[in-house]
């Protein structure tokens, strides 16, 4: 199948291949294609650099204080313990040498361990565009924290007296509101992954301040749209 006479699907190839979801022999095909292909291969690479900005949404996250005092007490407790042992055997001093690189490494390893578990497990992502398929934002899933985060990463402004809605398209339902966008470069709702599961397509709506009722589907036009890809 020649992919550029498809180019919807040519589109939805590009962004799984460029998420790293597209595997096996439909990968292969894919690259095959896409050396024979300048413009696809273009496309894999326009994928790619859209999802790179995924990375910025990952926050670091530091340990609480109070895990800092617990180690530096163990730390203390074990210098005290290495300087009381100075005139004992070798043997014994150099247990205590590993004793302490032991506890450093479980700082390193309890910093790890915050980080991962504060870092969002990114289940499902969305590139939105207009009709001229201009990026306009990226949407992000996290299961884990019930975060959608949306990032602008076009030059849209929706100005005071309006505002930008977010809405499910649920194939063969109405439209479900997720939210109203506050202003801002990145910003987050609160979903459950119910609402975000099987939903093919995401879209966001230009409506009145503060948005409008998300059971009767969106009044003005609609801005943006894209397919929402899971990334396992």
């Keep these: 199948m020649d992919l550029m006479r498809h180019p919807e699907l040519a589109d939805r190839l590009a962004a799984a291949y460029g998420l790293g979801t597209l595997r096996g022999g439909a990968r292969r095909r894919f690259e095959a294609q896409a050396r024979r292909s300048p413009t696809l291969r273009a496309l894999a690479i326009a994928w790619q650099e859209r999802l790179a900005a995924m990375t910025e949404l990952q926050p670091g996250e530091e340990p609480s204080p109070n895990v800092w005092k617990r180690i530096r007490l163990q730390l203390d407790r074990e210098r005290a313990q290495r300087q009381g042992a100075a005139r004992t055997t ?124 998300g059971d009767k589907g969106p009044t003005g036009p609609v801005l943006f749209k894209g397919a929402l890809v899971p990334t396992t």
């Design 90 to 213: 070798p043997w014994r001093g150099f247990a205590l040498a590993g004793a302490f690189a032991s506890v450093a490494a479980l700082a390193v390893a309890i910093s790890l361990v915050l980080r991962l578990q504060a870092a969002p497990d990114i289940r499902y992502v969305a590139m939105l565009a207009d009709e001229r398929a201009a990026p306009a934002m990226l949407v992000t899933f996290d299961p884990k924290h019930g975060t959608l985060t949306l990032k602008r990463v076009g030059g849209f402004d929706e100005g005071a007296e309006k505002s930008l809605q977010l809405w499910a398209l649920p194939p063969g339902s109405a439209p479900r509101s997720l939210g109203v966008l506050p202003q801002g470069a990145t910003v987050k709702l609160t979903a459950a992954e119910g609402q975000v599961r099987e939903v093919p397509a995401l879209a966001i709506s230009l409506e009145p301040k503060g948005g409008v009722a």
